[in-house]
């Protein structure tokens, strides 16, 4: 192992609780050992990944967030101290689980409040009493987004929080110490109370401007800390004052008003939600109470790109804040967002910091700390930020949550590695029938369906039309804050080559005589760019690929055609590099779609607001000429620059989203010849991770006269 991680592989105490490493695993929605968004029980899948990631050598795990009382349960048991078979499980499981040497400190938490996700029906609940009323024995809307105050939901804005009553705060406080005890009896070896962070319902409670109560838990400093401090002493009292309670902690909230956050960047703001000065008091006080470790970050929903930092997010954002609470508390202080486990070393070994919380990286690469401690740091599979796996909620302007049902019953499942929280569904299967396998298009689909199948036994062959290996990917990595994605690639031509993937270097594929000797054929060829030959002077456009990968020259105007992700994407780019971006969309909102995480969109969003980029929503290009276009939309005009060079044009086609058919397709080739051996991946990924889990889809033995490669449903 290279000696700059040696402080990670050093013990450390919360309490009189030993861990054998600096690395936390950081809870994640979905890992949850008791269910997620579900009745209560032992959740067999969180706690095979857990278990895994605990003899991958992670020091502490933290499962994902419990709430204290089943947000959607089964009626007479929706309390989690409530069911005793579950915490039979648990003891048992506890056994195997220590052998690791790991521990293990369960996140109990209050509830979401105000950030509660809400979709369509359960807006339709919040809103409705009598509807509300009559499913609340198994599914209470109301209860489950009630605040500290009446208070908007920060993913429907016109739903209302309504305030918990004094009864039924007291109600959980006890429940939060009858679970603890519970647990503890279980073997487990600490909770972690979720959460004086990132605008839960606890954080709801301690913030002056979204508490308004006027009872014991509003108004003064004390009050509206009397929440989260009655949790600690009921737990001290029920199952001891030596059992180990850590705090999730936001050190400031980064909020400047509901639904608007800062940039990493921006300091001349007022703060809607904690700032420093109180912070330093709450940290103090909330030690005093009982508390014995804080894991810390920023942010609030209202900011959540800083509790879940997307590529855009500088590395170690919240390191300097973290840092500086630890001036004011003896507890053991650990440190939440991008860290860099070099950087959280260095700063281990000098006192500044106790401990590194990484999340995603552990759904990515479950052999990431291994690969340190052999010295194989360079084979680690990176994290790209991209939330498309693990975290995929999602809204625009007017919407509430618009993420799948599938994607919100399943967290914790990850872009580039479909084996995690999932290892049943896709895993290898060696085949019993090795097949030749030619493979068009070495992008990142192409290489991962290789690797798949070489995995499996059998050997592929890439043809690639170009002299190297990404694809599309070369594209939306080009980015000056696309690092995690280059690295990926890298990574891709490493396994690659590690595997001896043989690969056809400038070969395109156009007639069928090139695939003779295969058994099998797959098409990853991506997709194409969107041509609107229906708006006069279209062909002075560029694409994506032009402007970022091949890097045409540009004036310091660019204009967009589309507001979505990659178009805000690249403009951001632009911004950084000191050119004036403009965006023309369609839709009410820049990033109107599904699956595209809001810590993503919401940066993107208050990035161009803050950078006062020209946005015309509800709006199209209805023709392009030399220095000028025009602009139809809710108030019509004619957009000139004053440059001789004229606006650079970009079509906002999505990138990684076919929006026509190609003549010239291979699969369409294929298909025209009478050629039945085809798997085409690309015609239907829109992602990344679509594309990785097709190719891992590849699993199944056909029957006699079908295709080898059939994705397992």
């Given at each position: 192992?290279?000696?700059?991680?040696?402080?990670?592989?050093?013990?450390?105490?919360?309490?009189?609780?030993?861990?054998?490493?600096?690395?936390?695993?950081?809870?994640?929605?979905?890992?949850?050992?008791?269910?997620?968004?579900?009745?209560?029980?032992?959740?067999?899948?969180?706690?095979?990944?857990?278990?895994?990631?605990?003899?991958?050598?992670?020091?502490?795990?933290?499962?994902?967030?419990?709430?204290?009382?089943?947000?959607?349960?089964?009626?007479?048991?929706?309390?989690?101290?409530?069911?005793?078979?579950?915490?039979?499980?648990?003891?048992?499981?506890?056994?195997?689980?220590?052998?690791?040497?790991?521990?293990?400190?369960?996140?109990?938490?209050?509830?979401?409040?105000?950030?509660?996700?809400?979709?369509?029906?359960?807006?339709?609940?919040?809103?409705?009493?009598?509807?509300?009323?009559?499913?609340?024995?198994?599914?209470?809307?109301?209860?489950?987004?009630?605040?500290?105050?009446?208070?908007?939901?920060?993913?429907?804005?016109?739903?209302?929080?309504?305030?918990?009553?004094?009864?039924?705060?007291?109600?959980?406080?006890?429940?939060?110490?009858?679970?603890?005890?519970?647990?503890?009896?279980?073997?487990?070896?600490?909770?972690?109370?979720?959460?004086?962070?990132?605008?839960?319902?606890?954080?709801?409670?301690?913030?002056?401007?979204?508490?308004?109560?006027?009872?014991?838990?509003?108004?003064?400093?004390?009050?509206?800390?009397?929440?989260?401090?009655?949790?600690?002493?009921?737990?001290?009292?029920?199952?001891?004052?030596?059992?180990?309670?850590?705090?999730?902690?936001?050190?400031?909230?980064?909020?400047?008003?509901?639904?608007?956050?800062?940039?990493?960047?921006?300091?001349?703001?007022?703060?809607?939600?904690?700032?420093?000065?109180?912070?330093?008091?709450?940290?103090?006080?909330?030690?005093?109470?009982?508390?014995?470790?804080?894991?810390?970050?920023?942010?609030?929903?209202?900011?959540?790109?800083?509790?879940?930092?997307?590529?855009?997010?500088?590395?170690?954002?919240?390191?300097?804040?973290?840092?500086?609470?630890?001036?004011?508390?003896?507890?053991?202080?650990?440190?939440?967002?991008?860290?860099?486990?070099?950087?959280?070393?260095?700063?281990?070994?000098?006192?500044?910091?106790?401990?590194?919380?990484?999340?995603?990286?552990?759904?990515?690469?479950?052999?990431?700390?291994?690969?340190?401690?052999?010295?194989?740091?360079?084979?680690?599979?990176?994290?790209?930020?991209?939330?498309?796996?693990?975290?995929?909620?999602?809204?625009?302007?007017?919407?509430?949550?618009?993420?799948?049902?599938?994607?919100?019953?399943?967290?914790?499942?990850?872009?580039?590695?479909?084996?995690?929280?999932?290892?049943?569904?896709?895993?290898?299967?060696?085949?019993?029938?090795?097949?030749?396998?030619?493979?068009?298009?070495?992008?990142?689909?192409?290489?991962?369906?290789?690797?798949?199948?070489?995995?499996?036994?059998?050997?592929?062959?890439?043809?690639?039309?170009?002299?190297?290996?990404?694809?599309?990917?070369?594209?939306?990595?080009?980015?000056?804050?696309?690092?995690?994605?280059?690295?990926?690639?890298?990574?891709?031509?490493?396994?690659?080559?590690?595997q001896g993937i043989d690969i056809r270097f400038n070969t395109e594929v156009t007639d069928l005589g090139t695939m003779r000797g295969f058994d099998e054929i797959i098409v990853a060829t991506?997709?194409?760019?969107?041509?609107?030959?229906?708006?006069?002077?279209?062909?002075?456009?560029?694409?994506?690929?032009?402007?970022?990968?091949?890097?045409?020259?540009?004036?310091?105007?660019?204009?967009?055609?589309?507001?979505?992700?990659?178009?805000?994407?690249?403009?951001?780019?632009?911004?950084?590099?000191?050119?004036?971006?403009?965006?023309?969309?369609?839709?009410?909102?820049?990033?109107?779609?599904?699956?595209?995480?809001?810590?993503?969109?919401?940066?993107?969003?208050?990035?161009?607001?803050?950078?006062?980029?020209?946005?015309?929503?509800?709006?199209t290009i209805t023709a392009i000429r030399d220095g000028s276009v025009t602009v139809k939309g809710e108030v019509p005009l004619e957009m000139t620059s004053e440059s001789s060079r004229g606006f650079s044009m970009i079509t906002g086609v999505e990138?990684?989203?076919?929006?026509?058919?190609?003549?010239?397709?291979?699969?369409?080739?294929?298909?025209?010849?009478?050629?039945?051996?085809?798997?085409?991946?690309?015609?239907?990924?829109?992602?990344?991770?679509?594309?990785?889990?097709?190719?891992?889809?590849?699993?199944?033995?056909?029957?006699?006269?079908?295709?080898?490669?059939?994705?397992?449903?």
């Amino acid at each position: 192992m290279n000696e700059k991680y040696n402080a990670l592989f050093t013990p450390w105490k919360i309490g009189n609780v030993e861990m054998k490493n600096r690395i936390v695993q950081c809870s994640m929605g979905g890992t949850s050992l008791f269910g997620w968004m579900e009745p209560n029980h032992f959740d067999k899948e969180a706690a095979y990944f857990l278990l895994n990631r605990a003899q991958d050598g992670v020091g502490l795990i933290l499962p994902g967030m419990q709430c204290i009382r089943d947000p959607l349960g089964i009626p007479g048991r929706k309390w989690l101290y409530q069911n005793d078979q579950m915490f039979k499980q648990l003891k048992e499981y506890m056994v195997e689980f220590h052998k690791t040497g790991a521990k293990l400190f369960i996140q109990l938490a209050a509830g979401m409040g105000r950030s509660m996700a809400i979709n369509g029906w359960m807006t339709m609940l919040a809103k409705n009493n009598f509807l509300n009323k009559i499913v609340s024995p198994i599914v209470d809307v109301q209860y489950i987004c009630a605040s500290a105050s009446e208070v908007p939901n920060r993913w429907k804005e016109d739903v209302m929080s309504r305030p918990l009553t004094v009864k039924e705060i007291q109600d959980m406080v006890h429940a939060f110490g009858k679970t603890a005890k519970k647990l503890r009896a279980a073997g487990v070896d600490g909770v972690e109370i979720h959460a004086v962070h990132e605008g839960y319902l606890l954080d709801q409670f301690t913030m002056a401007n979204w508490n308004h109560r006027t009872d014991q838990y509003g108004g003064s400093f004390e009050n509206r800390f009397r929440f989260p401090v009655e949790i600690v002493q009921e737990i001290k009292r029920q199952a001891g004052a030596d059992f180990p309670v850590s705090l999730r902690y936001s050190v400031v909230s980064k909020t400047k008003a509901w639904g608007k956050g800062a940039m990493p960047y921006e300091t001349d703001f007022e703060e809607f939600g904690r700032d420093m000065a109180e912070s330093e008091k709450a940290v103090k006080y909330l030690e005093e109470a009982g508390y014995d470790m804080f894991n810390c970050d920023n942010g609030t929903y209202d900011a959540w790109y800083w509790a879940h930092p997307p590529q855009y997010m500088p590395d170690n954002c919240n390191l300097e804040y973290v840092e500086h609470i630890k001036k004011f508390t003896n507890c053991p202080v650990v440190c939440a967002g991008r860290m860099d486990p070099v950087k959280a070393a260095e700063e281990i070994a000098a006192g500044r910091l106790d401990a590194v919380a990484i999340a995603r990286q552990n759904l990515v690469d479950h052999e990431w700390i291994h690969k340190i401690l052999s010295g194989h740091e360079d084979e680690i599979k990176p994290c790209i930020r991209c939330h498309n796996g693990c975290f995929n909620f999602a809204k625009f302007k007017g919407t509430a949550n618009i993420q799948s049902t599938q994607d919100s019953l399943h967290l914790g499942r990850c872009a580039l590695n479909p084996t995690t929280m999932q290892h049943n569904k896709y895993k290898i299967v060696p085949t019993k029938s090795p097949k030749k396998v030619a493979i068009i298009g070495a992008g990142i689909g192409g290489m991962e369906c290789a690797l798949v199948l070489k995995q499996r036994g059998h050997t592929p062959v890439i043809f690639e039309k170009t002299n190297e290996l990404g694809g599309l990917f070369l594209t939306a990595s080009a980015m000056s804050f696309k690092e995690n994605d280059k690295e990926l690639i890298e990574w891709y031509k490493k396994e690659v080559e590690k595997q001896g993937i043989d690969i056809r270097f400038n070969t395109e594929v156009t007639d069928l005589g090139t695939m003779r000797g295969f058994d099998e054929i797959i098409v990853a060829t991506g997709s194409v760019p969107r041509t609107m030959p229906m708006i006069p002077g279209f062909e002075k456009t560029l694409t994506f690929t032009e402007l970022l990968k091949d890097k045409k020259e540009v004036g310091d105007k660019v204009l967009f055609i589309g507001g979505g992700q990659s178009s805000c994407e690249a403009a951001y780019d632009l911004i950084l590099q000191g050119k004036h971006p403009i965006i023309v969309e369609y839709a009410g909102d820049l990033v109107a779609a599904q699956a595209t995480c809001l810590a993503n969109t919401s940066f993107l969003r208050d990035a161009m607001e803050y950078h006062k980029v020209p946005t015309y929503l509800h709006s199209t290009i209805t023709a392009i000429r030399d220095g000028s276009v025009t602009v139809k939309g809710e108030v019509p005009l004619e957009m000139t620059s004053e440059s001789s060079r004229g606006f650079s044009m970009i079509t906002g086609v999505e990138l990684g989203e076919e929006k026509e058919p190609d003549a010239n397709r291979p699969s369409l080739i294929l298909r025209r010849a009478g050629n039945g051996r085809l798997w085409d991946i690309a015609k239907e990924s829109g992602s990344t991770m679509d594309a990785i889990r097709k190719a891992n889809g590849f699993q199944e033995e056909p029957a006699a006269g079908q295709m080898l490669l059939i994705p397992v449903s």
